[in-house]
């Protein structure tokens, strides 16, 4: 049996950064990652980052290729009603975003906890943990056939909403709190020009479209889509044609076309689990909560989570203060529930839900309001650019 100080189980974003932050720090982790690197850096996943999530990224050391590559947007267009309404959030807020997709950002932060020789299991089958109610924890898991175990002051579930951190919690000592959505997102990714050079988020009664990117070259498109709709069923043809009719038309008429690299439906579900802290066990991202992708939230809250787990850890080991530990939870869901909250309120304007011309109407002049109103449109900008951590 070997001795860490952190166990982070789960080699996604956030269990790679927050390994690479401790790394700064001269913290020793161990990360387990039940699939392989390259299953790993071929999901795809969100493309946008608050500009906190930015500075994070820098301050670890993992941002020059980001820095380079991204782009920062100043803006992001609402459509609807035939009309379309910029939000200028660096004038509302002045606050940017950036563009950089999630795969990129996943291999950056392997290569360098790789490049200093971080310790990443990958393909770490049967992870499970215990006795993390006492002061100190253990992980156990299978390498190449062998039984292994650690001893750890802490563990860290960075494993995602299947993952095996929030399972191992007892259910009476977690309350889950969530909500199905009546739709899906089917969205494609293609070797295409954007069709805009800013986010343009569409109201339209066929459903919901959004047009984004991943480079100037490579473009992430969406469309709301049925719950039970087959993949199948959507030859390129189809999802290009349908995005057209879901545009303006000065968007619409400049689509670029091209053929898929990648297609999949993905369900939208509000959930949180609290509190977010067991002992020495801390759940981290989509281990304790998950958002629909409209607001961009999800990666953004999880490094939010790392950042505060983080600086809880320093604490720890620098001054033997367990304060910001035990302050973690009530830190990290303050800011989860006001994310949820808009992602919620963001989904709920945009999307297509029934046939109900009133409810059409009042999201229609929500809408227009926030078009008309500085002040609306500016807290539409700071809940969209990121609410600072307290």
């Given at each position: 049996?070997?001795?860490?100080?952190?166990?982070?189980?789960?080699?996604?974003?956030?269990?790679?950064?927050?390994?690479?932050?401790?790394?700064?720090?001269?913290?020793?982790?161990?990360?387990?990652?039940?699939?392989?690197?390259?299953?790993?850096?071929?999901?795809?996943?969100a493309?946008?980052?608050?500009?906190?999530?930015?500075?994070?990224?820098?301050?670890?050391?993992?941002?020059?290729?980001?820095?380079?590559?991204?782009?920062?947007?100043?803006?992001?267009?609402?459509?609807?009603?035939?009309?379309?309404?910029?939000?200028?959030?660096?004038?509302?807020?002045?606050?940017?975003?950036?563009?950089?997709?999630?795969?990129?950002?996943?291999?950056?932060?392997?290569d360098?906890?790789t490049?200093?020789?971080?310790?990443?299991?990958?393909?770490?089958?049967?992870?499970?943990?215990?006795?993390?109610?006492?002061?100190?924890?253990?992980?156990?898991?299978t390498?190449?056939?062998?039984?292994?175990?650690?001893?750890?002051?802490?563990?860290?579930?960075?494993?995602g909403?299947?993952?095996?951190?929030?399972?191992?919690?007892?259910?009476?000592?977690i309350?889950?709190?969530?909500?199905?959505?009546?739709?899906?997102?089917?969205?494609?990714?293609?070797?295409?020009?954007?069709?805009?050079?800013?986010?343009?988020?569409?109201?339209?009664?066929?459903?919901?479209?959004?047009?984004?990117?991943?480079?100037?070259?490579?473009?992430?498109?969406?469309?709301?889509?049925?719950?039970?709709?087959?993949?199948?069923?959507?030859?390129?043809?189809?999802?290009?044609?349908?995005?057209?009719?879901?545009?303006?038309?000065?968007?619409?008429?400049?689509?670029?076309?091209?053929?898929?690299?990648?297609?999949?439906?993905?369900?939208?579900r509000?959930?949180?689990?609290?509190?977010?802290?067991?002992?020495?066990?801390?759940?981290?991202g989509?281990?304790?909560?998950?958002?629909?992708?409209?607001?961009?939230?999800?990666?953004?809250?999880?490094?939010?989570?790392?950042?505060?787990?983080?600086e809880?850890?320093?604490?720890?080991?620098?001054?033997?203060?367990?304060?910001?530990?035990?302050?973690?939870?009530?830190?990290?869901?303050?800011?989860?529930?006001?994310?949820?909250?808009?992602?919620?309120?963001?989904?709920?304007?945009?999307?297509?839900?029934?046939?109900?011309?009133?409810?059409?109407?009042?999201?229609?002049?929500?809408?227009?309001?926030?078009?008309?109103?500085?002040?609306?449109?500016?807290?539409?900008?700071?809940?969209?650019?990121?609410?600072?951590?307290?």
């Amino acid at each position: 049996m070997s001795k860490i100080q952190v166990a982070i189980i789960g080699a996604g974003p956030s269990g790679l950064l927050l390994s690479q932050l401790l790394h700064t720090q001269g913290i020793e982790s161990i990360v387990l990652e039940r699939h392989t690197r390259e299953y790993v850096e071929a999901r795809i996943r969100a493309g946008l980052l608050e500009w906190g999530t930015v500075d994070l990224l820098n301050q670890a050391g993992v941002g020059a290729r980001m820095m380079r590559e991204g782009l920062a947007h100043d803006g992001v267009e609402l459509a609807f009603d035939c009309s379309t309404h910029r939000i200028d959030l660096k004038a509302l807020t002045g606050q940017r975003v950036m563009v950089y997709g999630q795969t990129e950002l996943q291999k950056d932060l392997a290569d360098a906890r790789t490049g200093s020789g971080g310790c990443i299991v990958w393909d770490a089958k049967d992870v499970a943990i215990h006795d993390y109610a006492d002061r100190t924890a253990r992980v156990s898991y299978t390498q190449r056939g062998e039984r292994r175990e650690v001893d750890c002051d802490f563990i860290a579930g960075c494993d995602g909403y299947h993952g095996v951190t929030r399972a191992s919690v007892p259910q009476h000592a977690i309350t889950l709190h969530e909500r199905i959505y009546p739709f899906g997102w089917l969205g494609i990714l293609a070797d295409v020009p954007p069709v805009a050079a800013e986010l343009v988020y569409t109201n339209n009664a066929r459903g919901f479209s959004l047009c984004s990117m991943r480079s100037r070259t490579r473009s992430r498109y969406y469309l709301q889509c049925a719950l039970d709709d087959d993949i199948d069923s959507w030859p390129d043809e189809r999802f290009w044609d349908e995005l057209r009719l879901r545009l303006p038309e000065k968007y619409g008429s400049r689509l670029i076309t091209g053929a898929s690299i990648e297609k999949s439906i993905a369900p939208l579900r509000s959930f949180v689990a609290e509190p977010m802290r067991f002992g020495r066990l801390f759940l981290v991202g989509d281990a304790a909560h998950i958002v629909p992708p409209t607001g961009a939230k999800g990666l953004n809250l999880a490094l939010a989570d790392v950042r505060v787990l983080f600086e809880a850890m320093v604490d720890y080991y620098r001054c033997g203060s367990e304060t910001l530990l035990d302050e973690y939870s009530s830190r990290a869901l303050a800011r989860v529930w006001k994310a949820t909250r808009f992602s919620w309120w963001f989904t709920s304007l945009m999307h297509r839900f029934s046939d109900d011309t009133i409810a059409r109407k009042m999201q229609l002049a929500e809408l227009q309001y926030i078009g008309e109103s500085p002040a609306a449109a500016a807290a539409f900008a700071e809940n969209y650019v990121g609410l600072r951590l307290r």
